[in-house]
């Protein structure tokens, strides 16, 4: 029995077709002699206009990047811009072209992957609200506010990262490690909201939804970690918050047992090939520090690799939150 084929139109105004679907997922929530229910787990396929809209977008910011390199190129256009350490100590592998305009270009053109991720985040979030609600709908599915977060965030980071190894300046720096930390809080508030999406204030029967209070959490911490930047490590940051993902994936394993009131069935396979790309990624990044991948000309650098991997990890989380289901513990 398919519980979400019934409540959606075959078509939305965007020429979406509802009945599209990838092959469903079974999963038995009730059993005995008599019946057997099963849960059919089955997410619409991304349209054709969404890949030819993310196509788009990058194929106009490529081709802008590459008339501002025929424009400005040879012509030293960041000379007067203070410089980061990176540029006579380069901590990268890939050479240094100091009269340029991407003076890292492998580095750089990487980073269109961040932005690719956020695009396609953006456009779900653009199907999910032609979507018709329902009960068993994922946290991210129903709050789409996080999904807008997270995308953005990607885009954000695309720009930052992309802005600093084009220019290798200390203002770019600055706004790469910032916005390192934005896709990373916002699970980190989507995970908060997942265990915590209302509060009963007074003697008020109707709930009230706590995602504003996280996004707010969101955007406050990531300003804060902005302005003080240099007063910490990081590293240490970035660390921290991947185990609080981590965590929260160990909780969601733990919480599909059906003893709980409300449990979750999370296609946990999207979150171990997360950590794996992750792997891979800080394997590539570490031989790149250590000189040891490829040499300074060539098209493919580790840290180029770290772009790629770590912007496929973040799309995978995104599409780990985005299957999750709901299931109450009335239908078990």
């Not at 220019?167 to 990373?184: E, K």
Request: hydrophobic share 45%; glycine share 6%.
């Amino acid at each position: 029995m398919d519980r979400r084929s019934s409540r959606r139109p075959p078509k939305d105004g965007w020429g979406y077709d509802h009945t599209l679907t990838e092959p469903a997922t079974f999963r038995v929530v009730r059993r005995s002699k008599q019946k057997e229910e099963l849960f059919i787990l089955s997410q619409p396929n991304v349209p054709r206009w969404a890949h030819a809209f993310v196509g788009g977008v990058l194929g106009i910011i490529i081709f802008t990047l590459l008339a501002a390199c025929a424009v400005f190129d040879t012509t030293h256009p960041w000379s007067d811009w203070t410089q980061t350490s990176d540029l006579r100590r380069s901590g990268y592998s890939e050479r240094v072209r100091l009269d340029c305009l991407i003076r890292t270009p492998a580095n750089t053109w990487s980073n269109l992957a961040y932005i690719a991720v956020g695009l396609y985040c953006i456009v779900l979030v653009r199907i999910d609200l032609d979507r018709i609600p329902h009960p068993s709908d994922g946290y991210l599915l129903a709050t789409p506010v996080f999904g807008a977060f997270f995308g953005s965030g990607c885009i954000l980071l695309g720009i930052c990262s992309g802005f600093f190894h084009a220019s290798l300046t200390r203002i770019a720096q600055h706004a790469d490690v910032s916005a390192m930390f934005t896709p990373l809080l916002v699970l980190v508030g989507l995970n908060c909201g997942r265990l915590f999406p209302s509060v009963s204030i007074g003697t008020s029967q109707r709930p009230i939804a706590t995602w504003p209070l996280w996004i707010m959490l969101v955007v406050i911490t990531n300003i804060l970690l902005c302005i003080y930047k240099w007063s910490f490590s990081s590293r240490t940051v970035l660390e921290i918050l991947i185990l609080l993902i981590g965590g929260f994936g160990f909780l969601d394993f733990i919480r599909q047992d059906f003893r709980f009131r409300i449990s979750v069935f999370m296609k946990i396979r999207w979150l171990v090939v997360s950590g794996l790309l992750l792997a891979v990624a800080v394997v590539c990044r570490q031989l790149d520090v250590a000189r040891r991948f490829t040499n300074p000309d060539s098209l493919i650098q580790g840290h180029a690799l770290w772009h790629l991997f770590t912007a496929m990890a973040l799309a995978s989380m995104y599409w780990y939150y985005r299957h999750e289901e709901r299931l109450s513990s009335d239908s078990v």
